[in-house]
């Protein structure tokens, strides 16, 4: 159980172009949902919180109208980043969590396979 | 300001030892802490957590510990296998609501020579 998908797993777009990237709970409904974005041999760098029906949370620093998020269901948020430049190119990985873990445990988040992001 | 910290970038042990891995956190107010495994290209997995009320939690090969009074947890594999060759995230986070932001560290690259 606790699957996350994303879609697509890579993208390739030209600079000043928007992508949208989605992230789906695929066998448990998610009550809140994180993007990430890696740099190469960095952590992970939390970006936004998402709750079903409600605003994004951003993080400091990052550009609310840049990153839009939507959290339509339980089951599935989007990240559209918007205007794309070359500096936006990353590894975005999407998370999940019950809240409750399944294995019993507390906020274990369940973590998408990423996409990974090209502006040429 | 990092407040989880993994101070060795890497790490390279031959199967069939012991591998340890160590992190460090600064923020007090951190109750519940995780690790994830990573390879590259795929999202990270959850490895195994434990609370701050607890200082040993075991699940077969992976044991972690912790120490409050040092703020200081560490990851234990025995035996490492190569299939354990992967990037290792020790996260942290606080509060009693579901859905709590997890801080992570920086990773090491663990290494398991056969």
């Known amino acids: 159980g606790a699957v996350v998908s994303q879609h697509p797993s890579r993208v390739i777009c030209k600079s000043g172009t928007s992508v949208k990237i989605e992230c789906r709970s695929l066998?448990?409904?998610?009550?809140?949902m994180f993007w990430y974005r890696q740099f190469p041999k960095k952590s992970l760098m939390l970006m936004a919180t998402?709750?079903?029906?409600?605003?994004?949370?951003?993080e400091q620093g990052v550009e609310k109208d840049k990153f839009l998020i939507n959290h339509a269901s339980l089951t599935l948020s989007t990240l559209t980043v918007t205007s794309a430049h070359p500096e936006d190119s990353s590894f975005y990985i999407c998370?999940?969590?019950?809240?409750?873990?399944?294995?019993?445990?507390?906020?274990?988040?369940?973590f998408g396979p990423g996409t990974r992001l090209t502006v040429t | 300001d990092q407040q989880v910290k993994q101070n060795s970038p890497s790490l390279s042990v031959q199967e069939g030892r012991i591998s340890i891995l160590n992190c460090d956190y600064t923020?007090?107010?951190?109750?519940?802490f995780l690790w994830y495994k990573k390879y590259p290209a795929e999202g990270p997995t959850f490895l195994i957590s434990i609370s701050s009320i607890k200082d040993k939690n075991e699940d077969g090969r992976f044991t972690v510990f912790l120490n409050k009074s040092a703020k200081h947890l560490s990851l234990h594999i025995v035996p490492s296998q190569p299939g354990d060759s992967a990037v290792y995230f020790c996260?942290?986070?606080?509060?009693?609501?579901?859905?709590?932001?997890?801080?992570f560290g920086e990773g090491t690259q663990l290494t398991v020579n056969p």
């Open positions: 066998d448990f409904q998610a009550t809140t």
């Open positions: 998370s999940a969590t019950v809240g409750k873990g399944l294995a019993g445990g507390r906020y274990e988040q369940y």
């Open positions: 996260a942290a986070t606080r509060g009693e609501t579901s859905g709590s932001r997890l801080t």
């Open positions: 923020n007090s107010m951190f109750d519940y």
């Open positions: 998402s709750n079903e029906g409600s605003k994004a949370t951003y």
